[in-house]
C-alpha cells in the first residue's frame, strides 16, 4: 500500500516506531526438497519446459498454416450427394449386416441430388422401394471399400486442424484484438447456438468447439482454451519458468519478476568463458530503518548460455512466450498496482469463463493471484510427492525453493556458508545459516560428514598414523595480534587493523557485538585501529576515485550515504597529500591505473571473503 501510494506521489510521513523487545524465539527454519520430492520436482519442470519448446515449434506451424474459410468449413455441411454414394452406403449397411432404417434411410436421400430418390420421401414402405432398387441396378455401384460419404454433412465429424484453426483466431483478431463489449456479446456460449445464426468463421469454430463436444459424439476436439493455450502461454506456463528460475538461481519470487530483459546480462557476462551468462536483477524486500523504502538492491547469479534448460535461457524464453501478448493493455489491473508492477516478460492468457469479469483476457504472472493459481495447477497437472503426501499449496513448494537450492549447494559443491550468504545476497551469516541451513535435512547431513570424519581420525590414531598437531581449548579470549587484510589475488596488502576487537569507527557499537571481531571494511578508515603503510596507497588511490564517482553521479541506494563518502574521501584526500614520499605516491598511482580496478565499488563484498577466510 505505502509503494502504491508513493507511485501516487503522496507525501506519507515515515512511521519510524520505537524497537518493541520480545522474548527470543527458535527461528521459523525452512525445509528443502530432497531425494525422490526433489527429482520429482526437476522431472516435472524440465518436462513443462519441453512442451513450452514444442510451443514454439507449433507457433512455426501457425505461421504458415492457412487460416479456415466460412465456405470450406460449411461445403460437406450443405452439399448435395449423388445417387452413387447413397447406394455406396446401402452397400456398407447390407456388407456389415446394419439395419437400414427408415429415419436414416429418409435423411439421407433429403441431402442427395437425385430426383428419382426424391419421389420415393412422397409414399410409404421406403426401404422396400430402396431394396428393389438396390437390387436391380446395385451391381453398377458397388466398390471395393463402402463408406458412409453423408457423415461429412454431420458438423460434428468436421475435425480441425490446430495449427489452421489457430490461424483463423489470429487471422480474425479472436480474442485479444475484439472489443469487451463485441466479446461479451457475440462470443459466448448462448449467442450462437445453431449454424444458422452464425455470421462468420470464428462463430462456426466457436460452436463447434462448444455445443459439438458432448460425450455422444464420436470424434472429440478440445475446447477454445486448450487451443489457445497452443499458441499463446498459460499461468501454468509462467508459473513454471518463475520457480525454475528460483531453483537454479537461489532467487526469491519477488526478484526472479523484477527482472528487466533488456538489461538482463550482467557486464561481466562472458567474461570467464563465452558460454556463461551473469544475469542480474533487483531486490527491494528488507529494508531497514534508515533507507528509503524504495532502494533496490542488485542480485546476480551464474548461467549457462548453451543449457536450455539454464536460468539465461529460461528468461529468454518467457520472453519469445511473451511477444504475442506484449503491448496490449490489460482489459483490468488489480487493485493496488500499477501497469508497471505487471512485468510484461512474463504474460499470460486467461481462461474464456474469466473474460467477462474484472480479470480480463490475459495478465503477468506478476500479479499474485495469478502465480498462486499457476503453480496450483502445475501441482494438479503434475502429482509430486512427499512422505507418501502429495503436494497441492503454492506453500509447498515454492518457499522451499531458496532452502532447496541452498541444500543442493552444500550437499553437491560442499559450498560455505560464507558464499551461500554472500551468493543469497544475505549481509549477515546467521541469517543463512539459521533459515537456510539449519533444517532437520541439512543438519542430518551435517552430522554424516562430521561422524565421517571423525571416525578417519580414530583409525589413523589407532594405526598411529595420525600426522599433525592437536587443537585445545583456549580458556578465555585474548587480544588479537595485528591484522593485515590482503585481497586475494593481489600482489599488496590492503591495510591492517590494530586491534579488530575495539572498533572505534561511529556506531560500531551497534553493529558489532562485545568480543567478536570486526570486518567492516568501508568503515575502516574511520576507525583508529586502521594501520595504513606503503603498500596501502594504490588501494586508497583507487577508493578516492569510486569516491568522487558516487558523488558526482550516485547510484540509486548510493545518495543516502552521501556525508559518509564525502567524509571518507576527506580523509583519504588528506592521507595522500600529507605522504612525506612524493615518488611513491606517483609510483601507487601509476601501479593503480595497470591493475584497475583495484576494489570493487562496494567494499561491503570485501567483508565476506575475510570473514570466510579467517573461519578457515
Not at 394 to 411: D, E, F, G, H, M
Not at 518 to 535: A, E, G, M, T, V
Request: proline share 5%; hydrophobic share 35%.
Amino acid at each position: 500500500m505505502l509503494h502504491a501510494a508513493a507511485n501516487l506521489g503522496l507525501d506519507l510521513p515515515q512511521l519510524n516506531l520505537g524497537v518493541g523487545r520480545t522474548e527470543a524465539r527458535n527461528p521459523k527454519v525452512t525445509s528443502p526438497l530432497i531425494d525422490g520430492t526433489y527429482d520429482a520436482v526437476k522431472y516435472a519442470l524440465t518436462t513443462h519446459v519441453n512442451k513450452l519448446y514444442e510451443k514454439i515449434e507449433f507457433r512455426k506451424r501457425v505461421e504458415s498454416a492457412h487460416p479456415y474459410t466460412m465456405e470450406e468449413v460449411l461445403a460437406p455441411v450443405n452439399r448435395k450427394y449423388s445417387r452413387a454414394e447413397f447406394f455406396e452406403w446401402v452397400q456398407m449397411c447390407l456388407d456389415n449386416e446394419l439395419p437400414l432404417l427408415n429415419l436414416p434411410i429418409r435423411w439421407r436421400i433429403k441431402a442427395s441430388n437425385d430426383e428419382e430418390l426424391q419421389g420415393l420421401l412422397q409414399g410409404k414402405q421406403i426401404r422396400s422401394k430402396i431394396m428393389k432398387i438396390y437390387e436391380a441396378e446395385g451391381s453398377q455401384y458397388i466398390v471395393e471399400n463402402p463408406k458412409d460419404h453423408f457423415q461429412a454433412r454431420l458438423f460434428h465429424h468436421w475435425n480441425p486442424d490446430p495449427a489452421r484453426l489457430v490461424k483463423t483466431f489470429l487471422e480474425n483478431g479472436f480474442p485479444m484484438y475484439i472489443s469487451k463489449e463485441e466479446l461479451a456479446s457475440r462470443y459466448t456460449f448462448e449467442a450462437n447456438m445453431s449454424l444458422k445464426t452464425c455470421k462468420n468463421i470464428v462463430d462456426v469454430i466457436l460452436l463447434r468447439l462448444t455445443h459439438f463436444r458432448h460425450k455422444k459424439y464420436p470424434i472429440q476436439v478440445s475446447n477454445t482454451d486448450e487451443f489457445l493455450r497452443m499458441y499463446y502461454p498459460s499461468i501454468v506456463d509462467m508459473a513454471c519458468i518463475v520457480m525454475f528460475i528460483m531453483l537454479q538461481s537461489n532467487w526469491n519470487k519477488e526478484t526472479v519478476l523484477a527482472i528487466d530483459f533488456s538489461n538482463l546480462e550482467h557486464p561481466l557476462t562472458g567474461a570467464v568463458k563465452e558460454a556463461v551468462a551473469v544475469i542480474q536483477s533487483e531486490k527491494n524486500r528488507s529494508q531497514g530503518i534508515g533507507k528509503p523504502f524504495y532502494a533496490p538492491k542488485e542480485i546476480i547469479a551464474v548461467s549457462s548460455k548453451v543449457d536450455a534448460y539454464s536460468s539465461y535461457n529460461l528468461v529468454k524464453l518467457a520472453n519469445e512466450l511473451s511477444k504475442p501478448l506484449a503491448g496490449l493493455a490489460f482489459d483490468a489491473i488489480p487493485f493496488i498496482m500499477t501497469e508497471d508492477d505487471l512485468n510484461q516478460l512474463f504474460l499470460c492468457i486467461k481462461e474464456k469463463k474469466n473474460w467477462g469479469m474484472r480479470g480480463g483476457r490475459h495478465t503477468s504472472i506478476a500479479y499474485s493471484k495469478a502465480f498462486n493459481q499457476g503453480v496450483t495447477e502445475f501441482l494438479r497437472e503434475y502429482p509430486i510427492y512427499e512422505k507418501g503426501e502429495r503436494l497441492t499449496k503454492t506453500s509447498q513448494l515454492t518457499k522451499r525453493l531458496r532452502a532447496t537450492w541452498a541444500y543442493q549447494q552444500q550437499q553437491e559443491h560442499g559450498t560455505s556458508l560464507g558464499l551461500l550468504a554472500l551468493q543469497m545476497g544475505h549481509a549477515d551469516l546467521l541469517v543463512t545459516d539459521e533459515h537456510y541451513t539449519s533444517s532437520p535435512e541439512a543438519l542430518r547431513a551435517a552430522n554424516q560428514r562430521l561422524r565421517s570424519e571423525l571416525e578417519t581420525l580414530l583409525d589413523l590414531f589407532r594405526q598411529g598414523q595420525y600426522q599433525g598437531l592437536l587443537g585445545y581449548a583456549e580458556v578465555k579470549a585474548v587480544d588479537l595480534p595485528m591484522k593485515v587484510f590482503h585481497i586475494p589475488g593481489m600482489e599488496k596488502a590492503l591495510w591492517a587493523c590494530m586491534n579488530q576487537r575495539n572498533p572505534t569507527w561511529p556506531g560500531a557499537r551497534n553493529y558489532v557485538k562485545p568480543g567478536e571481531r570486526c570486518y567492516s571494511i568501508r568503515n575502516c578508515l574511520h576507525c583508529k585501529q586502521c594501520n595504513i603503510f606503503d603498500d596501502s596507497a594504490p588501494f586508497l588511490i583507487q577508493r578516492q576515485i569510486h569516491l568522487e564517482e558516487i558523488l558526482d553521479d550516485p547510484q540509486e541506494g548510493e545518495s543516502d550515504y552521501s556525508n559518509t563518502f564525502s567524509t571518507e574521501l576527506k580523509i583519504i584526500s588528506s592521507i595522500l597529500d600529507n605522504w612525506d614520499d612524493p615518488e611513491l605516491i606517483r609510483e601507487a598511482s601509476r601501479y593503480q591505473r595497470r591493475n584497475s580496478p583495484l576494489l570493487p565499488r562496494d567494499l561491503e563484498i570485501l567483508q565476506v571473503i575475510f570473514e570466510e577466510e579467517d573461519m578457515q
